[in-house]
């Protein structure tokens, strides 16, 4: 069951520039999470927004989210090749008495051309 | 050094053979995934196991089969009734969850399996 969708698929920028992707989920949900994967490897986290909150930012990292819209956004700015990779959004839906499991999307591969 | 490993990293099969994929954290983290990846795809969650000896399935459990005997271990085996089992099989854990959500995963390097 796939709950959040990423918009773009694909997103090819140059170094310094700034790279917004998106994710629109279906449910109401208790966190939301981003992840990054570079080629061939495991995911590593990299943001978690909780659904009362509507921003977060950690280093070059901004995170919205917008719960009536079922919507978030991850923005990085000043892009370095190094950020070059696979960007997925992972959703915690709300179920009573408590969730178990993340329902992750299909990802926004990245490119930073130096 | 703390941290979640996979191995082998790469796995060839032949069809109709079963084979385990191992998962190990020292974490100690009381919750475990196996996820399925395939080329251009997010993840799908094969079986998950929030505590020792329990284990749920997830959306896509035919064909696979998990045990979690140890905290530390949650081995996945793949059946020789999973049709097409090629893909990257990703390991993952994290706090068990509760009423707050399900807490950050942390999540292995990953194994490469093709069936020949």
């Known amino acids: 069951s796939q709950q959040g969708e990423e918009d773009p698929q694909a997103l090819s920028i140059q170094e310094g520039e700034n790279a917004t992707m998106n994710c629109s989920y279906k449910t109401s949900i208790n966190n939301l999470q981003w992840y990054r994967q570079n080629s061939g490897r495991g995911l590593v986290h990299l943001i978690l927004?909780?659904?009362?909150?509507r921003e977060k930012h950690s280093g070059r990292l901004r995170v919205t989210l917008d719960t009536s819209k079922k919507s978030s956004s991850l923005l990085i700015t000043a892009s370095r090749a190094a950020d070059t990779a696979s960007y997925f959004c992972a959703t915690d839906p709300y179920t009573q008495g408590g969730s178990e499991k993340l329902v992750f999307g299909k990802g926004t591969k990245l490119t930073v051309n130096p | 050094d703390g941290g979640i490993t996979q191995s082998p990293k790469y796995l060839f099969r032949k069809e109709g053979q079963n084979v385990t994929l191992s998962c190990e954290q020292n974490l100690n983290h009381d919750a475990m995934y196996w996820y399925r990846q395939d080329p251009g795809q997010g993840l799908r969650l094969i079986y998950y196991s929030q505590i020792v000896n329990d284990f749920q399935k997830g959306d896509i459990a035919e064909g696979y089969s998990v045990s979690r005997e140890k905290k530390e271990s949650f081995p996945l085996t793949v059946t020789s009734a999973q049709k097409n089992p090629t893909a990257f099989y990703l390991c993952a854990s994290s706090y068990s969850s509760g009423l707050a959500g399900v807490w950050e995963q942390f999540f292995g390097p990953g194994t490469r399996l093709t069936v020949l």
């Open positions: 927004i909780r659904s009362n909150e």
